[in-house]
């Protein structure tokens, strides 16, 4: 069978204070001795853009992955909410009701829609009605990859599962060496070609998936630090590929780059950031865990810009949108950057509650989802 190509805090598992421990460290900014959010600079907008339209979905209280597939968007709330959207429009194509809460998701081939419930149960979904259920032997917090007719699950035991798409027979399992603290955010899964590249603890890794055999491994970290959280490289989505080059963040240790074709590794550079990267063919964004927003360049990693203007105000991995990168704040504010030279071109207001997913781009339809369940579709003009 041939595979299309793809065209997406705190701790879990042992310990309540590591948990604790983490969800501190991904930016909770209460507190007297915490940095206070840097106060937002007037803006002419240099880029204009307009709400076209707004829906609801629920609070979402896991890592959400929207996932966009044509003009299709899918998104889920935590208590069970999942819902296929138009995205010109926000208009439900479908909407169904789990009944229980979603620990990942979404993934989608524009067909099947694929979650992780809290009680470890993959649960794939088409034209509004449920598909299947599969149980788990451990929980996932990154969203199933849905392509080839088969559904992929990254579990925090660092095993990888796939499932056939239409009837939830389990095809295969690769299982690897498991970590005593993996983070309760999104991974890294994705295809380039017929290989699957999964992010497993700080590497890369190419799979075959027809069997899960592995292909190659390429690390973007490496564990370091005397206890179990300095040790934690975890790969966080999301990445940004062109072509054969794919691009990573490992948690709070680097981010680099890797060509999955061969699977050597081309660079890593040192990085503090918590969430995933986005980029182009020339550059590479990201933000900081203090809120600096910066540009790297793909070829080298080096340094091209960065902005500092929107410190400790807890941002979303960005979007590459057009002459921006877009990214969201704990106040629900989108905020625009160039690309050029990370300079504020405009700034758009959702609901107030945190922005709770990387922003999305379907079509030419800037999509954000809040804390509170707010989607917000934005068409510049």
Known sequence: MIYQSFKPLALAVRAPLA????????????????????????????????????????????????SVSGNSVGVASGEGTVALLDAQTGRD?????????????????GKILAVVTKTNEVVAMQDGRELWRQKLNAQAFTAPFVAGARVFVLAADRSVNAFDGATGRKLWT??????????????????????????LAGRLAGLNPAN???????????????????????LVGRVSRDGDNVCARAFQASIGCVNAARGNLLWTKAAHGVQGIHGDDRLLFGTEADGTVIAWRRTDGERAWSNEHLRYRNLSAPLVAGRSVVIGDFTGYLHLLSRDDGSLLN??????????????????????????????GFKPE
């Open 19 to 66: 948990i604790i421990l983490v969800a501190a460290l991904a930016g909770c900014f209460g507190g007297a001795n915490k940095p206070q959010p840097a106060e937002l600079q007037a803006v002419t907008a240099l880029v204009s853009a307009r709400q076209s339209w707004n829906t609801r979905i629920g609070q979402v209280n896991f890592p959400l992955d929207v």
């Open 93 to 109: 194509l479908w909407r169904v009701d789990l009944k229980t809460p979603i620990a990942a998701g979404v993934g989608s081939d």
């Open 347 to 376: 700034r758009l207001p959702t609901d107030g509650s945190a922005i709770a997913a990387a922003p999305v781009l379907a079509g030419n339809t800037v999509i954000a989802v809040t804390h509170n369940g707010g989607i917000y």
């Open 212 to 234: 899960g055999s592995i292909r190659w491994e390429a690390p973007i970290a490496s564990p370091r630090g005397i206890n179990d959280v300095e040790r934690l490289v975890d």
């Open 174 to 199: 690769q299982q690897r060496p498991n970590e005593p603290l993996v983070l309760r955010q999104s991974g890294v899964m994705l295809a380039v070609g017929d290989t699957l590249v999964v992010g």
